[in-house]
């Protein structure tokens, strides 16, 4: 007998439905989360979304659980919680089932820094004191004042304060290890924002999902022209001036391919991969008028622009006008950005509360009626 006919058939495995993303900044977390929502309408799952008019759970204030719309009802019967928050796992596991599976993404600090500078450049005071963001990293102590520190989480270690802890901390070994371990501890998958493709296939494996539950567009990237060129002087100085992400990414990194080689292999992954992008092709050329993103003023939908911040030009798609009404549904999802998904399924969800105001025009009343 040969040796594969001697391998019992893996037992079927269950789509797992509960689920925890703690979504980071400039990570390509909306487009995760974007995979999320259309996951839990999917399967007609509760999400965990922010109180009254907020769009993230309480953000940048540490976690507790009456950020979560609807807690003191609703309790533990919470499926999804994927909007931004600080993490703290003894208040998130109030809310979360206990089978719960947790994950999150990190991104390369080096492009993570830059994309931070440009998306967030009004917002923080070290990045609006300086000129562009290699002035900055030429001697950031020089524009990051800590008293300011509330303000500039954006400008120094941002993923290490996302995932709860003190991103101004002292790099000791000791301390950052326990860091690492506590966060393995704590999530049962680290996703590589670099490696995105890679990542949805592997939380695919994760998750027991089907392909088309982790098909995306790319959402809320920018345009090439608002994008920064590092000098060699500036990447060496990020690794030195966001040390704690460094060796996060690092150690999710190495973690990241381990966990692909022991699962799925690298020769089955690239089939993956190359399936997920043929997938995604084909709804592209189903869905959108032109085969790619746009930018913010060539949107033509204006209840499907996406939010602007900094100096980024934040892209957005344009759906195909002549598309049957079910296409038209799952399309719109598809592209349908996130300050505007939260809002519509706020309404969905809490339908006697007061509507999230997304400051935009709204034609949702369409797809309300589902």
């Known amino acids: 007998k040969s040796h594969e006919e001697l391998l019992i058939p893996p037992t079927?495995?269950?789509a797992k439905t509960n689920v925890m993303f703690l979504k980071t900044h400039k990570t390509a977390s909306s487009t995760v989360l974007?995979?999320?929502?259309?996951?839990?309408?999917r399967y007609n799952l509760t999400v965990a979304l922010p109180a009254d008019q907020l769009f993230h759970l309480g953000y940048p204030r540490t976690f507790v659980t009456h950020f979560v719309e609807g807690f003191e009802t609703i309790g533990?019967?919470?499926?999804?919680?994927?909007?931004?928050?600080?993490?703290?796992?003894?208040?998130?596991?109030?809310v979360m089932a206990?089978?719960?599976?947790?994950?999150?993404?990190?991104?390369n600090p080096i492009p993570?820094?830059?994309?931070?500078?440009?998306?967030?450049?009004?917002?923080?005071p070290a990045f609006r004191s300086s000129k562009n963001v290699n002035e900055f990293l030429a001697s950031p102590t020089k524009f990051y004042h800590p008293e300011d520190y509330r303000e500039n989480i954006y400008a120094r270690n941002i993923m290490w304060f996302d995932f709860g802890y003190n991103n101004n901390a002292e790099d000791d070994p000791k301390y950052t290890q326990a860091v690492l371990e506590e966060i393995e501890q704590s999530f049962h998958l680290i996703l590589i924002a670099d490696y995105f493709d890679e990542s949805m296939i592997l939380l695919k494996y994760a998750l027991c999902w089907d392909l088309d539950d982790v098909i995306y567009f790319k959402l809320n990237s920018r345009s090439q022209d608002t994008v920064q060129t590092l000098t060699p002087e500036s990447e060496e100085q990020i690794k030195a001036w966001c040390s704690l992400d460094w060796k996060?990414?690092?150690?999710?990194?190495?973690?990241?391919?381990?966990?692909?080689?022991?699962t799925i292999g690298l020769e089955v992954l690239k089939k993956e991969v190359d399936h997920l992008r043929t997938r995604q092709k084909e709804l592209m050329e189903t869905c959108l008028s032109e085969q790619e993103a746009v930018r913010k003023d060539h949107i033509r939908n204006k209840a499907l622009l996406p939010f602007q911040s900094g100096a980024a030009n934040i892209l957005g798609y344009n759906l195909r006008q002549?598309?049957?009404?079910?296409?038209?549904?799952?399309?719109?999802?598809m592209v349908m950005p996130e300050l505007q998904y939260t809002s519509y399924l706020y309404s969905v969800q809490h339908p006697h509360?007061?509507?999230?105001?997304?400051?935009?025009?709204?034609?949702?009343?369409?797809?309300?009626?589902?």
Not at 98 to 107: D, G, H, Q, V, W
Not at 116 to 123: A, D, L, V
Not at 354 to 370: H, T
């Open 12 to 14: 079927p495995c269950h």
């Open 34 to 41: 974007n995979i999320m929502f259309r996951f839990a309408e």
């Open 76 to 94: 533990q019967n919470y499926n999804i919680m994927c909007n931004h928050l600080r993490f703290n796992p003894l208040e998130v596991k109030k």
């Open 98 to 107: 206990a089978n719960t599976f947790y994950f999150s993404i990190l991104r």
């Open 112 to 124: 993570l820094l830059e994309s931070s500078y440009i998306y967030y450049k009004n917002n923080v």
């Open 248 to 262: 996060l990414y690092l150690h999710f990194n190495q973690s990241f391919w381990r966990r692909i080689e022991e």
């Open 322 to 333: 002549d598309l049957d009404n079910s296409t038209l549904r799952t399309c719109q999802k």
């Open 353 to 370: 509360k007061k509507r999230k105001d997304v400051g935009l025009p709204f034609l949702w009343s369409s797809l309300q009626e589902k």
